[in-house]
């Protein structure tokens, strides 16, 4: 069986090897593969990997040795998963691998926000303390998080661990779904709010001029999931505007960032490359999950089909 890995760099970078899916067959694995070698380097593959390779329904029509996508995400919108279906290739996706990985970042990212703990070790390290005739100072306000609201906007594994998490931190937790009515109830209630929910037709730009309007002006906002989610002018436009106190997002609607992305020049706005679920336990654990989806496959009983 021919295998091969489309886009292996970010689960690969050179500390977590393709052994366990090298073992189910001829393994051959790139970096990165620009769109237009695609259909070239999956020619004779059974069986392609891909993380952000597109396999639109124009490349899946010429790829006839084609027989199983393997996505090594939970997020499949990668795969026309329609065009899948009807040549009869499952996609399978890894559902939970990166929980406590992303659940630990978005509680760091609360914390920074709280605390501007970077911010004060830089200004430390310029020499800003040593001039202090104080034995301490900080120059950002400094939240203590208990007590606080935290809503959880998708409470899935993800939001169910972050919840967790900050209930430890003595934070009370509310949660809401698609229910849009709902959203916005927990959204005015909340000091912070964090969103762990997948991107769809309906959520596309959720958060956006209306909904910031209805936050506290002293809360923050959590953006780990999906850079869609977020009108990026209007988050700009509302920290700029002091309309929220900050923002952390881990995500945003093109990657990587573009230059004249507005987020990048807003007012207490921190900004990560999309790192969240990128621990090397997450990392492991999604490669054996990828390895045991082929090895299912093989056994002619798939699993994490999304497309059944």
């Known amino acids: ?12 970078p050179g500390d977590n090897p393709w052994d366990a899916v090298a073992a189910l067959g001829e393994l051959m694995t790139y970096d990165y593969t ?15 990997i891909t993380n952000k390779a597109i396999f639109s329904a ?3 029509g010429k790829l006839p040795k084609l027989k199983f996508i393997a996505v090594t995400a939970t997020g499949y919108n990668v795969v026309d998963i329609t065009a ?10 890894v559902p939970e691998y990166s929980t406590d990985s992303v659940a630990q970042f978005v509680i760091g990212l609360i914390l920074e926000l709280a605390h501007a703990i970077g911010h004060h070790s830089v200004a430390v390290h310029a020499g800003e303390w040593s ?44 949660t809401a779904g698609r229910d849009m009515a709902k959203v916005r109830e927990v959204v005015a209630q909340a000091d912070v709010v964090t969103f762990h929910c997948p991107l769809t037709d309906t959520n596309k730009g959720i958060v956006n001029r209306d909904l910031l309007k209805l936050m506290k002006p002293t809360a923050f906002l959590i953006n780990a999931a999906r850079g869609g989610l977020v009108v990026e002018q209007d988050l700009a436009d509302a920290l700029n505007a002091g309309t929220i106190a900050g923002a952390a997002v881990d995500v945003v609607s093109v ?36 390895a045991e989806n082929i090895r299912a496959f093989q056994a002619s009983k798939p699993m994490n089909v999304i497309n059944p």
Request: net charge neutral.
């Open 84 to 93: 899948a279906r009807e040549r009869g290739i499952p996609v399978s996706n």
């Open 58 to 60: 124009e490349v899946i």
């Open 255 to 290: 990657e990587p960032i573009k230059p004249d992305n507005p987020l990048l020049k807003a007012k207490n706005c921190i900004i990560t490359p999309h790192m969240a679920w990128a621990s090397l336990a997450a990392r492991q654990r999604l490669m054996q999950a990828t």
């Open 131 to 174: 001039t202090k005739k104080d034995f301490c100072f900080w120059d950002t306000p400094q939240i203590e998080l208990a007590g606080k609201t935290l809503a959880i906007i998708g409470y899935g594994k993800i939001g169910h661990r972050v919840g967790e998490i900050a209930e430890a931190l003595g934070m009370k937790i509310l």
């Open 1 to 12: 069986m021919n295998i091969v890995v489309l886009d292996g760099h970010t689960l690969n």
């Open 34 to 48: 620009p769109a237009d070698e695609v259909v070239e380097r999956s020619l004779d593959a059974d069986v392609v």
